[in-house]
């Protein structure tokens, strides 16, 4: 079934646990002159991979972070950035365009601004106009490296004083991780690999991925994007309480229609009784229209343990989709040919 994985992506799966460690390192590495006292807004600057960087950090520091925070998704930046903004330019290459060109209008207002690349331009500009700048390893799809992406700003904030330490969640997470990496490695017991049965469950059909947890929003997001690259197909995602506003309303559409989706419930200890209620009644009403739902549950006893197991089993459920669709997970075809196309309109 590997045959199709010609790049060996697999080793980015089994090198994920690293980061954790690798980034605690390249934050020690540096000197951050930042002024806390000017600090009263936080905002992400990034793409894809790298933005989701910044989701993650707001849900899981929902109930503490004590300032107003943004993932900003565009060449554009919102009016209130000014000197009391604190702003991370994410670029896992460096050179998004959409990033610097948002990063230097921050810059221009005076914001505080660091910088996270594996070099690239955005390197080149943090060092030309005096900027922190947190050098991450190169060589990976930017998506792989979520852990260079996340784990800095964490830490950064940790020293900064701006959240308390997570020391003993970072430990246990990355103790969890290493677990799981045997676990889901293909050598494993077929009857343990859950995100190998994942993948058998959603052939030749269409995932839609939802939670009921706050601090887990941008999960669902992670899977459907890794499933759009990595497995080259469509996916869909929401969040309890929201989509029975809305969406559950699509359920009532053609059986025949309907027959393509499988819905994957992201679910957690941290449920509220509510939300509970609303799964369990959603469930029932998907299974009225004959549609297969699957519950993943996170594994882990603190936040960011439980956050991040959910985040691999979606990794690894991507890569052996992947394998059993006939594709190099690693190749990213049409988003190359739209970056060639825009460069030619330059």
């Known amino acids: 079934m590997l045959d199709f994985d010609r790049s060996n992506f697999l080793r980015f799966l089994n090198e994920f646990p690293a ?14 002159r930042l002024e806390v006292s000017r600090i009263r807004n936080v905002v992400f600057a990034g793409m894809g991979g790298s933005a989701i960087s910044g989701d993650l950090f707001m849900a899981y520091t929902l109930d503490e972070l004590p ?3 943004q993932v900003n998704r565009e060449y554009t930046i919102p009016a ?3 000197p009391g903004t604190l702003f991370f330019a994410t670029s896992y290459s460096g050179n998004t365009e959409e990033t610097l060109s ?5 810059l221009e207002r005076g914001a505080q601004v660091v910088c996270i690349s594996s070099g690239g331009e955005l390197e080149k500009f943090s060092q ?5 700048h947190i050098k991450i390893p190169g060589g990976l799809p930017p998506r792989q490296a979520l852990g260079y992406l996340f784990f800095p700003v964490l830490f950064l904030c940790e020293r900064i004083g701006m959240i308390r330490s997570r020391e003993a969640d970072v430990q246990e997470t990355a103790q969890l991780l290493n677990e799981l990496q045997r676990r889901f490695n293909p050598n494993a017991s077929q009857g343990r690999n859950l995100p190998n049965h994942i993948a058998q469950s959603l052939y030749q059909s269409i995932p839609v991925i939802y939670t009921a947890v706050p601090y887990l929003h941008p999960i669902p997001v992670r899977w459907r994007n890794q499933f759009n690259e990595n497995s080259k197909i469509m996916a869909f995602s929401n969040v309890f309480p929201e989509l029975n506003h809305n969406e559950i309303m699509g359920w009532e ?4 229609v309907n027959q393509c989706f499988r819905v994957i419930l992201l679910r957690d200890a941290e449920e509220s009784a509510r939300n509970k209620q609303r799964v369990e009644i959603t469930k029932a009403i998907l299974r009225d229209k004959g549609i297969p739902i699957l519950e993943v549950f996170a594994e882990g006893k603190s936040r960011l343990a439980r956050m991040f197991s959910l985040i691999y089993i979606g990794d ?7 394998m059993i669709n006939a594709k190099d997970p690693i190749k990213i075809d049409s988003i190359t040919l739209l970056k060639k196309k825009l460069a030619e309109l330059q």
């Open 19 to 32: 980061q954790l460690t690798r980034a605690r390192e390249l934050v020690k590495a540096v000197q951050p």
């Open 67 to 69: 300032y107003p925070a």
């Open 80 to 82: 209130y950035v000014d």
């Open 102 to 106: 948002a990063t230097r209008l921050a």
């Open 128 to 132: 030309s106009n005096g900027l922190l």
């Open 253 to 256: 559409g053609p059986p025949k």
């Open 316 to 322: 690894w459920a991507s890569y052996y989709l992947a």
